[in-house]
T-cell receptor, first 108, second 113 residues
Framework: RKEVEQDPGPFNVPEGATVAFNCTYS??????FFWYRQDCRKEPKLLMS???SGNEDGRFTAQLNRASQYISLLIRDSKLSDSATYLC?????????FGKGTRLHILP | EPEVTQTPSHQVTQMGQEVILRCVPI?????FYWYRQILGQKVEFLVS????????KSEIFDDQFSVERPDGSNFTLKIRSTKLEDSAMYFC???????????FGPGTRLTVT
């Protein structure tokens, strides 16, 4: 079983819609969690950290459920510029572990 | 805002040649990483480096690979004898502690012909 699993998509979503991504991780020793965004042929860039209490940054909301080993990302009022691959990232010991990513296409 | 930098942005080499990829991590960071991403595939962990030594490495990081932090600022990845399958984007990353966000460099595209 992969350590971090995501639905690869693609998700094709009309502009203005709300879209949600999920991610599961297999190792309960994982210690911290992030969503990164990656544009085509570019480096991963931090979108937001994920906390059990849930956290929001503008149109983006992230949630962690440690009991279910599940992480989510919600994007509201999606923009064309949100088109990218969204990477679920988990820290275990001092290792940063990436999911394969979920591709999102926002349609005009 | 400080950034991780990498050089060169693109390296073309022949199979069997040695390459050195260079990274300058953010100056107060203590943990350093190399990742690779083959086109269309996931970002794969290669190696982590802390306190001047390798702390963890993946199966990909075999005897052909080595890392160094020779002068306290540069962090290099050497591939001794490149293979066609080493063609990928190589990302360097650094962070202040073992649980914080990782900051990634823009990558070096390695093409082995």
């Amino acid at each position: 079983r992969k350590e971090v699993e995501q639905d690869p998509g693609p998700f094709n979503v009309p502009e203005g819609a709300t879209v949600a991504f999920n991610c599961t991780y297999s190792n309960s020793a994982s210690q911290s969690f992030f969503w990164y965004r990656q544009d085509c042929r570019k480096e991963p860039k931090l979108l937001m950290s994920v906390y059990s209490s849930g956290n929001e940054d503008g149109r983006f909301t992230a949630q962690l459920n440690r009991a279910s080993q599940y992480i989510s990302l919600l994007i509201r009022d999606s923009k064309l510029s949100d088109s990218a691959t969204y990477l679920c990232v988990v820290n275990r010991d001092d290792k940063i572990i990436f999911g394969k990513g979920t591709r999102l296409h926002i349609l005009p | 805002e400080p950034e991780v930098t990498q050089t060169p942005s693109h390296q073309v080499t022949q199979m069997g040649q040695e390459v050195i990829l260079r990274c300058v991590p953010i100056s107060n960071h203590l943990y350093f990483y190399w990742y690779r991403q083959i086109l269309g595939q996931k970002v794969e962990f290669l190696v982590s480096f802390y306190n001047n030594e390798i702390s963890e490495k993946s199966e990909i990081f075999d005897d052909q690979f080595s890392v160094e932090r020779p002068d306290g600022s540069n962090f290099t990845l050497k591939i001794r004898s490149t293979k066609l399958e080493d063609s990928a984007m190589y990302f360097c990353a650094s962070r202040t502690d073992s649980q914080g966000r990782g900051d990634f460099g823009p990558g070096t595209r390695l093409t082995v012909t």
